[in-house]
């Protein structure tokens, strides 16, 4: 996609290679080239820089200038490169309006000792670039950086641990059926299985979870979330999961006081009580409850510098090495607000409790310094939220390698968590609440229906133990014969339904556990004394019936008087 013939890509008197001309200071430089967003996914900052110098070689013009009494073809002043390059990257959707002028010089010093640009004369490889008038070109190709080559793996989800192998020493053959007691109506709801009328189930038996059990279900519905939002076939790229700690996740998503902060458990990992008091002290100014007024000025500049020289001491940032990639990612999410907000909070959860407890206290204080109009300006040439970005961005985001756009990005991440520290920095309760609905299901005693939706009703991981037909069997001839008996009972004493729903109950009762009917009812005729034959009475006689059938009317004769 990139490709060395679009590294080659250059502009002679304001036209590209390809011949159109570039409008200097008319609509943008970034108005003739269209940036593209860098999505999420593997190897994104080594993405975004090789967009940057693409665009940059696109859009800078190269004009003629003299230089000691000599003319140079196709190059540029320096000051020319820090206007150009700074107002592309402040309408480039990947970085945003908040680089300032000085991190624009900092990337230019990247790109001269990477050889993106040379001065008149060919040197390069040190980082002396200045924001002045010496004359700068572009060699005749810019390097771009090649993407690590690992092996492609196809849509991966995260699995689920597998716990179905019993443990060693235990064994699950002949375990005892508690009895239940069940009456005529719950027994023929929960046996019309045996006439067809439900599918077939089987005798699910469930492990205990243990705490290690529930942490992995933490670990791995967590990262499967995450891999969700992303949008990304696998991890892998971007995470080595072995790393994450699972314990970690559960001890950030319940070990919090009443502000949402972290409680560590191990105390000695907490911030000293000097920097506690600096950092609330410029949180809550003017009221500082630790420390007493300011009796000189500029008290304030001297214990922001405090907190600044502390955090900057840190051998790893506050979102480790090992999450770079990851935070990187979410980066490319940031036009979609929500999955933005989603994605860094999971990916929060997975940090160490120490580092997440730090993380809280200190971008709450870069939130409200920023908004607190009653703190005197901490410096006299940059403004607060900017100098608050500029501080601490470092030591909350970088890599372990020094990439070369690590500054911008941890810039344009330290914005966005300052913008939504409080959702970020909280656990996500849709993803608790999802984990926990899920540890209990497992934990709950069910019955498996056979069936395309059984597999929909029970997702993974499964404690279910696969038993034989003959361990069916006898636990069904063994287990259950007094509850059974029990129950064959009741029905036949039962006066309060009618004859045809006993016999119906009787009939499906002896298809289901013929052994167990036939010790209550041996013979024929120990069932039929439940059904007595009534005496069947002849129905009386009728006066009418003895009468003599009509007959028809005779004329008889008649007496004469």
């Known amino acids: 996609e990139g490709g060395t013939s679009r590294a080659r890509i ?39 820089w090789n967009e940057i110098i693409e665009l940059f070689r696109a859009e800078m013009p190269l004009r003629k200038h ?47 000792k990477n050889h993106v640009i040379e001065d008149i004369k060919g040197r390069w490889g040190k980082e002396d670039f200045q924001d002045d008038g010496h004359l700068y070109r ?45 009456n005529s109506e719950m027994w023929y709801k929960r046996h019309s299985i045996a006439i067809g009328e439900t599918p077939a189930c089987k ?40 790393l994450v700690n699972s314990k970690h996740i559960v001890q950030n998503a319940y070990n919090v006081n009443k502000q949402g902060i972290v409680t560590l458990e191990d105390k000695s990992k907490e911030l000293p009580h000097w920097i506690l008091s600096a950092m609330k002290c410029l949180a809550n100014w003017p009221s500082c409850s630790d420390l007493k007024q300011p009796t000189y000025s500029g008290f304030e500049r001297d214990v922001f510098k405090t907190i600044v020289d502390y955090f900057g001491q840190m051998k790893e940032p506050l979102l480790t090495f090992h999450f770079f990639d990851v935070f990187v990612s979410v980066l490319g999410l940031l036009q979609k607000h929500s999955k933005a907000i ?28 920023s908004c607190n109009k009653d703190l005197p300006p901490l410096s006299e040439s940059v403004r607060t939220r900017t100098l608050m970005v500029q501080a601490f961005s470092r030591c909350i985001l970088c890599s372990k390698d020094e990439m070369d756009l690590d500054e911008l990005l941890a810039a344009k991440l330290v914005s966005f968590l300052m913008d939504n520290y409080q959702e970020i920095l909280s656990v996500p309760s849709t993803l608790k609440s999802s984990i926990e609905e899920h540890v209990v299901r497992l934990q709950r005693v069910q019955i498996k229906y056979a069936g395309p939706a059984s597999d929909g009703t029970f997702p993974p991981p499964s404690f279910c133990h696969q038993i034989s037909t003959d361990e069916f069997e006898y636990q069904r001839a063994t287990g259950s014969q007094e509850p059974l008996a029990a129950l064959l009972e009741e029905i036949a004493m039962n006066k309060e339904i009618s004859v045809k729903d006993k016999k119906k109950q009787l009939k499906q009762f002896q298809k289901s556990y013929p052994e167990v009917y036939r010790v209550r009812f041996p013979t024929p005729e120990t069932e ?34």
């Open 342 to 369: 989603e994605a860094l909070q999971i990916s929060c959860l997975l940090l160490p409790p120490e580092n997440r407890k730090r993380l809280q206290l200190l971008v709450r204080m870069m939130a409200r310094i």
């Open 10 to 48: 250059q502009t002679v008197g304001g036209r590209g290679a390809c011949g159109c001309r570039f409008p200097w200071r008319r609509g943008g430089p970034a108005a003739s080239m269209e940036s593209r967003l860098v999505g999420p996914g593997p190897y994104r900052a080594t993405r975004l």
């Open 138 to 182: 572009f060699p005749p190709s810019s390097p771009l950086k090649p993407y690590p080559k690992k092996p492609s793996c196809g849509r991966e989800v995260i699995k689920f641990p597998d716990w179905n192998e019993p443990k060693a020493g235990t064994s699950q053959e002949h375990i005892p059926v508690k009895s239940v007691t069940m």
């Open 528 to 561: 039929a004394v439940l059904f007595p034959e009534k005496n069947k009475q002849k129905p009386p006689i009728l006066m009418w019936a003895l009468k003599k059938p009509f007959q028809p009317f005779h004329r008889t004769r008649s007496f004469r008087m």
């Open 66 to 112: 003299r230089c000691r009494f000599k003319s140079y073809e196709r190059c540029f002043k320096a000051s020319e490169a820090v206007d150009c390059l700074h107002e592309l990257l402040g309408s480039n959707q990947n970085f945003g309006p908040e680089v300032t002028r000085n991190q624009t010089v900092k990337l230019l010093k990247k790109f001269l």
């Open 203 to 242: 005798l699910v038996f469930r492990r205990e979870l243990t705490q290690t059990n529930i942490e992995e279900i933490w670990k791995s519905m967590t990262l499967s979330q995450l891999q969700k939002v992303l949008g990304l076939d696998s991890l892998d790229e971007v995470l080595d999961t072995k």
